[in-house]
């Protein structure tokens, strides 16, 4: 008479397990899954990171050249100057000069980073500029 | 009597060993991120040191520059044989060497030189160990 609920009984005793170990597979999935997200987001700040020095370095080079110009330089993945709109990567150039006895000591203060967040790596260059008397 | 019995013995040495394989995936995916970010950080390092030094370069050209324009005295640190004054800029392991020809009031720049010493960190652990 009971026959159905033993039935039933039966089916859950057999498929616990199975459920249980198909749970804990998919908890070690989430968790793993986070480890990746995590590690792309690294390798992410790393690449924003590398290309900052590099337009800092480059534009430092320039910057001692004299052929520095503007004060918002933006640039694309490829570290080439864009538009804004098609920019990845900002870089601004705050100039300051000062007097000397023979010249002029301009300095500018490179920050960059990815377009629309906070600069994350910055850099101080000096360039000495004669006077021509 | 009882009815066939599912065996779940095979079904989980198949997910341990999955769950094994992208565990260790994962460690690597993390080791890699975190020693691409610590490779960058370096580099910035270096370059805020490099570019130090050529500041220090740079304002020492502009101390000499007066000088020999009778505008001020000869820089510190500076030495001058003859018609050449030179200088040595240290900052941590980099030095620039910078050496001017003076011709009156002007100058020409002969040398500017900048060299890092390599230093060896220190030996945490070898693997032959004298």
């Known amino acids: ?133 | 009597m009882g009815g066939k019995r599912f065996r779940t013995g095979s079904v989980s040495v198949l997910f341990a060993v999955i769950m094994l394989c992208v565990a260790v995936l994962a460690a690597l995916t993390v080791s890699t991120a975190t020693a691409d970010r610590r490779t960058a950080r370096r580099y910035g390092e270096y370059v805020q040191r490099l570019t130090e030094c050529q500041n220090e370069g740079q304002r020492w050209l502009a101390e000499a520059d007066a000088y020999l324009r009778g505008a001020g005295e000869l820089p510190a640190g500076t030495q001058q044989n003859g018609s050449e004054i030179s200088t040595e800029i240290t900052d941590g392991n980099m030095t620039l060497t910078i050496r001017l020809a003076a011709e009156g009031e002007a100058y020409e720049i002969t040398a500017w030189s900048l060299e890092s010493q390599w230093q060896p960190e220190e030996e945490r652990w070898s693997l032959w160990h004298k």
């Open chain 1, 1 to 133: 008479m009971n026959h159905s609920g033993e039935t039933a009984a039966r089916r859950l005793s057999f498929m616990t397990p199975l459920l249980l170990l198909v749970l804990f597979f998919v908890l070690c999935c989430g968790v793993l899954s986070c480890v990746f997200i995590r590690s792309a987001a690294i390798s992410r700040e790393a690449e924003i990171y590398n290309a900052s020095v590099t337009l800092c370095r480059s534009e430092a080079e320039r910057f001692r050249a004299g052929a520095s110009e503007g004060e918002w330089l933006r640039f694309d993945a490829a570290l080439s100057p864009c538009t804004a709109e098609e920019s990845v990567y900002t870089l601004r150039v705050e100039r300051t000069a000062a007097e000397t006895p023979a010249g002029t000591v301009e300095t500018a203060v490179l920050s960059a980073g990815a377009t629309g967040a906070e600069p994350v790596y910055s850099l101080t260059v000096t360039a000495y500029r004669p006077s021509e008397d």
